[in-house]
């Protein structure tokens, strides 16, 4: 017995028009958004990764190091709630929410927004904190200067395979609770491969953010 696999073919979905066009327009927002930043000399990273991989927590440690030597701004994608920017706010930076309600990503015309609510001329770093998802955020560039996938170990030993389109178009690629990967059954030296075979550009970082461990590693390959 083999395996049977059924996927659509070139022009048969409904909506395939439509879903070009709107990729399209996307990306010539995030081009738009890109010189915006580049006109403000602006640093912009978004950050990508499943729900519970650490990109908050990642986002704090990187915030706690960095806040003296950069005036910083975060913007914060989720779908309804604000758990995530109260916890970035403690830490001293502001943080413009976006709630996409039902979109499981952000794009580059609700960050366009967000930009808005800024002053940009007194900003030099950017993170934006994407909805947690390893699959369309891919798809939607916002105009960042990088960006960067943060996984865990918790997340198994088929993640990297299983979403390449999120590490092809990742510049940095953080792999998060190194300190729980004994009792998972996960060897960091085979997603570390897996990530390298996907794109050999991509910088991989192993961090613990927790303990705040390898955060400057993070801040080396983000040549901040
Ligand atoms: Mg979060
Ligand atoms: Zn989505």
């Known amino acids: 017995m083999g395996e049977f696999i059924i996927g659509a073919d070139d022009g048969e979905t409904y909506d395939i028009e439509l879903e070009k066009d709107l990729l399209e327009a996307n990306k010539k927002i995030a081009l738009e ?32 190091k960095l806040k003296t030597k950069f005036k910083i701004a975060v913007i914060n994608g989720d779908l309804t709630t604000t758990i995530d920017s109260n916890r970035i ?3 001293g930076v502001n943080v413009i929410q976006i709630n996409t309600g039902k979109e499981c990503h952000l794009d ?3 960050v366009r927004k967000a930009i808005g609510q800024l002053d940009l001329t007194n900003l030099d770093l950017i993170f934006i904190e994407n909805v947690g998802n390893l699959i369309c955020p891919a798809e939607f560039p916002l105009g960042s200067s990088k960006r960067i996938v943060v996984i865990s170990v918790t997340e198994g030993p088929y993640m990297v395979v299983k979403h390449p389109f999120i590490f092809i178009e990742s510049d940095v690629a953080i792999i998060n609770k190194i300190d729980l990967v ?8 085979d ?6 075979k996907i794109n050999p550009r991509t910088k991989v970082v192993k961090v613990n953010c927790r303990e705040g461990k390898g955060i400057e590693e993070v801040i080396r390959a983000l040549e901040l």
């Open 191 to 196: 997603l570390i491969k897996d990530i390298e």
């Open 33 to 64: 958004n890109r010189e915006f930043f580049d006109k403000y000399k602006i640093k912009t990273i978004d950050i990508m990764g499943s729900i519970g991989s650490g990109k908050t927590s990642l986002i704090e440690n990187l915030v706690d």
């Open 108 to 110: 580059a015309n609700l």
């Open 89 to 91: 706010e403690k830490h």
């Open 182 to 189: 004994d009792s998972m059954k996960v060897k960091i030296d």
